[in-house]
């Protein structure tokens, strides 16, 4: 049975590569498939996922839908939940300063640039399985090593996976295990959000989330990718329970850190021509597809609202340029565009506080919950 779908899997990827070609990229939807007989959907990533979607279709098997979440409220967290001496279990007043001096010494030593890394895997936490760190997971008992870091968003993309292990060292130095790497994480994010736009954008950040014990590779179908049109941008942020304008507003994050060439070379001739001629040399046409480049080409290292006044001629994605084309989310743009009262800061500062609340698990319950000792695996 195995061995006759393993043939049909086979063939069907030879005709597919010979019939598909470099134009599936177009479709800018796909579906992957797992380890298992799962496939899952993937928005707008580009062209293996692709393949893989039509494969996966013709095998008609089932794939994994998003879950859809309710606005998320934050219910059970909340700020200086580790200062607070009565969460006997979880008393840890240096916790906070722990992981923001982590943060520090990362940005010094490491560059601006980790500190986008944090943002960005915050995010990518929030959207998988909630704000349960499974996006730090190297290895658990269902999915062994296919974790979520191995799906196609995240795979040879995320970074500050060592940050964070360092502030949970710090942590526990500090007070034992008692903090745990899902609050690190949220923590880290609002650091480095605080450092990389020079104060502007501060804000307390609930805590008390439990870790999670399991992540999927296949399951990163649920963040949304560069080639997402409008439409499937507005249902992958309502599947988690975010409206339009957040999505809107967290997008601005792609004012700091780099993305490689192979996510915008095939959309360049869409871009400001110098700029496109500047891209073209830096990726050697596409002949360099994981060269990196900054986001922002006007302010690289500072999370602001230039990527706003970027849109849509200097942004690097389709998802980034989608952004003008409807009049309601034009009308937001153009308010963060303009800035006049720093509007975006603060709505930044509250649109991650609320994907923070994403599918949080606030109990410790036996065999689903804990405190990791090591952020990258379950306990034992
Ligand atoms: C709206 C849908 C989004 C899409 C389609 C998207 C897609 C991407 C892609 C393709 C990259 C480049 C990855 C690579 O080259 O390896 C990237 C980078 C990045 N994204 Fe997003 N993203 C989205 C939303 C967000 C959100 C909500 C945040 C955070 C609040 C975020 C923060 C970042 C950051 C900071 C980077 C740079 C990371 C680094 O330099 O390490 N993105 N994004």
């Known amino acids: 049975m195995a ?10 990827v030879a005709l ?7 134009s599936a990229g177009l479709l800018g939807i796909g579906i992957s498939i797992g380890s298992g007989t799962d496939c899952t959907v993937f928005v707008g990533w580009p062209l293996p996922v692709i393949l893989r979607s039509l494969i996966c279709g013709l095998l008609g098997q089932p794939y994994t839908p998003p ?10 967290l909340s700020v200086g939940y580790y200062n607070n001496p009565r969460n006997t279990d979880a008393y840890c007043p240096g916790a906070e300063t722990a992981v923001r001096n982590a943060v520090e010494k990362a940005i010094y030593q490491q560059g601006r640039g ?17 704000c349960d760190a499974s996006v730090l997971l190297r290895t658990t008992a269902l999915a062994g090593t296919n974790t979520e870091m191995e799906g196609p968003p995240n795979k040879d993309s995320l970074r500050g996976f060592d940050v964070i292990d360092a502030a949970k060292e710090a942590t526990k130095a500090a007070c034992g ?5 899902a609050d690190i994480l949220a923590f880290a994010a609002r650091d480095a959000s605080d450092i990389l736009s020079g104060g502007n954008i501060r804000y307390p950040v609930p805590a008390g989330r439990y870790d999670g014990r399991e992540s999927f590779a296949k399951e990163t179908g649920q963040l949304p990718g560069p080639d997402s049109s409008l439409q499937e941008l507005q249902m992958m942020f309502a599947a988690q329970g975010l409206s339009t304008a957040d999505m809107v507003t967290l997008s601005g994050a792609h ?6 060439c192979l996510f915008f070379t095939g ?6 021509s110098d700029y496109a001629r500047r891209l073209n040399t830096a990726c050697n046409g596409t002949g ?14 500072v999370l602001d609202n230039q990527y706003y006044k970027n849109i849509d001629k200097f942004v690097l994605f389709g998802s980034d340029a989608v952004l003008v084309s409807s009049p309601e989310t034009k009308q937001q743009v153009d308010v963060n565009k303009a800035n006049l009262t720093s509007r975006w800061e603060s709505d930044f500062a509250a649109a991650m506080v609320k994907m923070g609340n994403i599918g949080v698990k606030t109990a410790l319950v036996p065999s689903e919950t804990e405190i990791r000792e090591v952020c990258w695996r379950v306990n034992a």
């Open 267 to 272: 959309r360049l001739a869409a871009m400001d």
């Open 177 to 181: 295990n008692r903090v745990s790497c």
């Open 114 to 130: 980790i500190g986008a890394g944090l943002i960005r895997l915050f995010f990518h936490d929030a959207f998988v399985r909630g």
């Open 288 to 301: 360099s597809p994981n060269n990196r480049v900054d986001q922002d080409p006007v302010s690289a290292t």
């Open 3 to 12: 061995a006759a779908a393993a043939k049909k899997l086979g063939i069907l």
């Open 16 to 22: 597919l590569a010979l019939l598909v070609g470099p």
């Open 255 to 260: 004012s700091i850190g780099q993305a490689r």
């Open 67 to 76: 879950i859809w979440r309710d606005e998320p409220t934050g219910a059970g």
